[in-house]
């Protein structure tokens, strides 16, 4: 029988479900959360080190953006499929990328897309979004996003695949 040692106390995770979105906290200094792939958890946009991405929206209730705090194009849409099962397979069949063309943001996505994600250290993420929801709630355009993560801590854009 294997064993998964991704888990285990000084190894960091590498892969995961998440789901972050657009909501403010805090009374006098405001602050949202969004994710840490090297961490491998949510962060506080006040935290260091900060959220790789967060989810946010282009001022309409039909356009959700993954956007970054890292002052580089960091995105690159590697595919979008017309099912679930269908971007699940290529997600696990999606093992590796030539010199992507990056864009600023990964602007309106969806589910059932998959995202290549590029951190301000030269580290990989590949995304592969499952749902989005996008919505008035408390006088705001609320947004948020349930995505599946792979994260290449080496530097290399060659994913694990299954």
């Given at each position: 029988m294997g064993c998964n040692d991704s888990n285990k106390p000084g190894n960091t995770k590498t892969s995961g479900t998440e789901t972050i979105d657009n909501s403010l906290y805090g009374t006098t200094v405001y602050y949202?959360?969004?994710?840490?792939?090297?961490?491998?958890?949510?962060?506080?946009?006040?935290?260091?080190p900060k959220p790789d991405i967060t989810i946010g929206n282009d001022?309409?209730?039909?356009?959700?953006?993954?956007?970054?705090?890292?002052?580089?194009?960091?995105f690159y849409k590697a595919g979008e499929y017309t099912d679930a099962n269908s971007a699940e397979k290529a997600f696990d069949a999606l093992t590796s990328l030539i010199f992507p063309t990056w864009e600023s943001w990964a602007y309106s996505i969806k589910p059932n897309?998959?995202?290549?994600?590029?951190?301000?250290?030269e580290k990989y993420a590949k995304i592969r979004i499952i749902t989005t929801l996008s919505e008035a709630r408390y006088s705001r355009d609320y947004a948020e996003c349930t995505f599946e993560w792979v994260y290449q801590p080496d530097g290399t854009l060659t994913f694990p695949g299954k």
């Open positions: 949202g959360i969004g994710f840490n792939f090297s961490a491998a958890e949510k962060v506080s946009s006040l935290a260091t001022g309409t209730l039909t356009n959700l953006i993954l956007q970054t705090d890292n002052y580089k194009d960091s897309q998959i995202w290549i994600f590029r951190t301000s250290a």
